[in-house]
Nanobody, 124 residues
Framework: QVQLVESGGGLVQAGGSLRLSCAAS????????MGWFRQAPGKEREFVAY????????SYADSVKGRFTISRDNAKNTVYLQMDSLKPEDTAVYYC?????????????????WGQGTQVTISS
């Protein structure tokens, strides 16, 4: 069982930056690949970024590539999402998730555990 708690969301102007954190409970954090997803009002939850168990592999949605960076600290049981050059279309609730299955998972059913989400709002 893994419990995930996101933090770091807020309201920023377009062009600004935010850093999201996701703290995981338990001793098995390093066994899970970690992902970030987001869901805007009226839209389906979509993949944002993935990082492998060891942290040496990452993947990103095309919409955030070059602007967002995912990282993890297995000693702190924490995964991060650094978001730069933010745009109004990045506005959404951001969720972190853990997968014990395939590497580079991008689909919501592939993830086993989810956090409660943190709101990110970008003003124009």
């Amino acid at each position: 069982q893994v419990q995930l708690v996101e933090s770091g969301g807020g309201l920023v102007q377009a062009g600004g930056s935010l850093r999201l954190s996701c703290a995981a409970s338990g001793r098995t954090f390093r066994r899970y690949g970690m992902g970030w997803f987001r869901q805007a009002p009226g839209k389906e939850r979509e993949f944002v970024a993935y990082i492998s168990r060891s942290g040496d592999g990452t993947s990103y949605a095309d919409s955030v590539k070059g602007r967002f960076t995912i990282s993890r600290d297995n000693a702190k049981n924490t995964v991060y999402l650094q978001m730069d050059s933010l745009k109004p279309e990045d506005t959404a609730v951001y969720y972190c998730a853990a997968t014990g299955g395939l590497n580079y998972a991008t689909k919501t059913p592939q993830y086993d555990y989810w956090g409660q989400g943190t709101q990110v709002t970008i003003s124009s």
